[in-house]
């Protein structure tokens, strides 16, 4: 986008005139904030003309906190989607790691601290089978993950037998509702991973070759990268953010339920794409996942406000997806 | 699709081992197949009695109908997520404006081919005009099909009429009309991609579109052509499942779209495009068809058989796909 904000030579300022100029600039001032940032920008406003009391502080907060677990497993699908693969095995990953979470916990603060290892770990070999699968093997990341997700349901209905196991204790549920400095833990520990993520993207060696092996795989190869270990890192940092995500997410419910995840794949992948990631790799960032989730949690917001029907919501989730793409797509066109 | 012949007088044992060597996943599928079968009417008797056998085909029909569409797709380089909806909404609307009146079955079908097929035109001219990935369209039309449905209907709802039930629970001598139903559409779609001039150029497109634009082919009418196709069997499967279910049903399509890319690419057809056959997603569907039968026949748990699906589905995969050059992704 940064090259649409170019001011126009000088000799043809002369020519189209003074008025013509201060427009142009006010269009490339447009032009120079991508589009999802105006979209949010639209939809608070909205917000705030409906109803001005959904942006107090305390409600925010409260709308923040509850998205914090979709946007941490959004975190995780970006890389996967960077490299230029798929993750749909998040949403069974989500509802394997909160049985086990739930069943291992049992309700007992010391057993706490082993569950989050297991839960990790856990996630960290379902990572790790999907990436030699897809490397190795070759199958295609849409298939494997497909393959998994059907895999690690059954998984979870084994490990439950179908039915609400085990429970967290209260220590480990005081995870969800405390605050520091009058601020949830949840919303502190995205921000955090936010961050994280981004230098990780941006700044070291090893996450920025993820973007570079989204963009071309056989460059990247010729160059030295070892572009197989990078995508298996991805799909490892995917299923681990899922698991991190279930387990916030847990710090809310009291015990398994087996619809626990279902779907939750599409929207990470939503999430992702409407901040302005493109799918197949290359493009994107933390960044730009987070402010998918905040477009998607302001849009829904919005509508839950004006009475909007909840099964109409999956309408509009297609039709943002839809002009989300598009409007990316002229964006690209035009820097080139 | 290996056109040149590099050996003209080549022994039959070299012609076998290419032929083997391109159709690898076909034959695994098929191997896996006649394994299943064989071990598990090794342990259980009943599996080779002719009823189980009828019983494997009629349940082969769903899947089969929305996957022949599905190849469609898949071969030109595209593939199409929002059949399951179009499945849901399609059983709603037919039970729906059937309820009961076979008077009413005529605009039944103008009702629910209308739909599919406008579908199909959204998906095919979205992909073709703005040029906008597959994935993102079909998932896009797969969420607002979900939502119109879940607005009007909370529950199964409709009714049909005795000879709608005919298509699903019928016999013609001891094979089920909708196996018959299944097996026309198969040669039709068959005959569609190996014998016609449309067939040759929904390979070409999903070899690769550039070159088959500059080869003359119109790409985008064949990409309408293929998502209209694909939409056109999942309203036909819809309609089948609404003869079985005896109404409409909104969750009844859910995950079928995954299910029918499964089965196209589990024997051999590249989910990249320009690769495969028909006989392939028959090999798919027969898999996951069969699997399903020999676990009900051996006792195994459906937890146990979503975990040994998910990993056959991989490994057969990665049969043929793990000696090609390239990296995966």
Not at chain 1, 108 to 137: E, H, M, R, W, Y
């Amino acid at each position: 986008m940064a090259a649409n904000g170019n001011a126009p030579k000088p000799e043809a300022d002369e020519v189209r005139g003074k008025v013509t100029r201060t427009e142009n600039r006010a269009l490339a001032v447009v032009k120079k904030v991508p589009l999802p940032w105006w979209a949010l920008i639209v939809l608070v406003g909205a917000t705030a003309a409906v109803s001005p009391y959904i942006l107090m502080p305390s409600n925010l907060i409260h709308l923040v906190r509850q998205g914090v677990p979709g946007a941490i497993l959004a975190l995780g699908e970006t890389f996967v989607i960077l490299a230029g693969g798929f993750d749909l095995s998040i949403a069974s990953t989500v509802s394997l790691i909160a049985a086990v979470a739930s069943g291992e916990m049992a309700g007992k603060v010391g057993n706490i601290f082993p569950t989050v290892a297991l839960s990790l770990s856990i996630a960290a070999a379902i990572g790790l089978i999907n990436g030699l699968a897809v490397t190795k093997l070759k199958v295609p990341s849409f298939l494997t993950t497909l393959g998994m997700m059907i895999a690690l349901q059954g998984a979870a209905l084994v490990y439950t037998g179908g039915m609400p196991v085990g429970g967290f204790p209260e220590e480990f549920r005081a995870l969800g509702v405390g605050r520091l400095l009058g601020v949830p833990y949840l919303i502190w520990i995205l921000v955090i991973v936010i961050v994280l993520s981004q230098i990780f993207l941006k700044k070291t060696a090893l996450g920025r070759s993820i973007l570079s092996v989204g963009g071309n795989d056989l460059a990247c190869h010729l160059m030295g990268i070892r572009v197989n270990r990078v995508r298996i890192l991805t799909f490892v940092l995917s299923s681990v953010f899922a698991a991190v995500g279930t387990l916030l997410m847990v710090t809310t419910f009291r015990v398994w339920d087996s619809s626990m995840g279902k779907g939750m794949h599409f929207e990470a992948i939503t999430m992702v794409i409407v901040g302005g990631a493109a799918l197949g790799g290359g493009r994107g960032s933390a960044v730009t996942t987070i402010l998918g989730w905040l477009v998607m949690t302001m849009l829904f917001t919005f509508l839950n406000l004006v009475g909007f029907p909840e099964a109409g919501r999956f309408i509009v989730e297609g039709v943002i997806i839809l002009l989300a793409v598009a409007a990316n797509r002229e964006a690209l066109m035009r820097v080139q | 699709m290996r056109t040149e012949n590099l050996t003209p007088n080549g022994s039959l044992w070299f012609k076998i081992k290419r032929w083997l060597g391109n159709n690898t996943g076909v034959v695994t599928a098929y191997l896996i197949v006649l394994a299943t079968f064989l071990t598990s009417g090794g342990i259980s008797r009943d599996v080779f009695k002719l009823t189980n056998i009828i019983t494997i085909l009629h349940h082969m029909v769903s899947l089969g109908l929305v996957s022949i569409g599905q190849t469609f797709c898949i071969l030109s380089g595209s593939f199409d997520l929002s059949v399951g909806s179009v499945i849901s909404l399609t059983t709603l609307l037919f039970a729906g404006t059937v309820f009961g009146r076979s008077e009413m079955i005529l605009q039944a079908l103008a009702l629910v081919f209308g739909v599919g097929l406008f579908t199909g035109l959204v998906n095919g001219l979205t992909i073709a005009k703005a040029r906008i990935n597959p994935f993102i369209t079909t998932l896009a039309t797969m969420l607002v099909g979900q939502g119109a449905t879940l607005m009007y209907y909370y529950g199964p709802y409709g009714n049909i009429t005795p000879g709608i039930k005919y298509l699903g629970y019928g016999m013609v001598g001891p094979v089920p009309v909708a196996v018959l139903v299944l097996a026309a559409f198969f040669s039709a779609a068959l005959i569609v991609l190996t014998k016609t001039r449309f067939g040759l150029h929904v390979y070409a497109l999903g070899g690769g579109i550039q070159s088959a634009r500059v080869s003359g082919v119109n790409t985008t009418r064949v990409r309408i052509a293929t998502h209209v196709i694909c939409s056109f069997m999942a309203t036909c499967t819809g309609i089948y499942v609404a003869s079985r279910l005896g109404t409409g049903d909104p969750y009844v399509g859910i995950d079928i779209e995954l299910e029918s890319i499964a089965a196209v690419c589990i024997a051999g057809t590249s989910l990249f495009g320009g690769r495969g056959t028909l006989w392939g997603t028959l090999g798919g569907v027969l898999l996951l068809t069969m699997l399903s039968n020999a676990f009900n026949h051996l006792n195994v748990e459906t937890t146990i058989q979503l975990i040994a699906r998910g990993l056959i589905i991989i490994a057969a995969v990665a049969v043929y796909t793990m000696r090609r050059k390239g990296f995966g992704c």
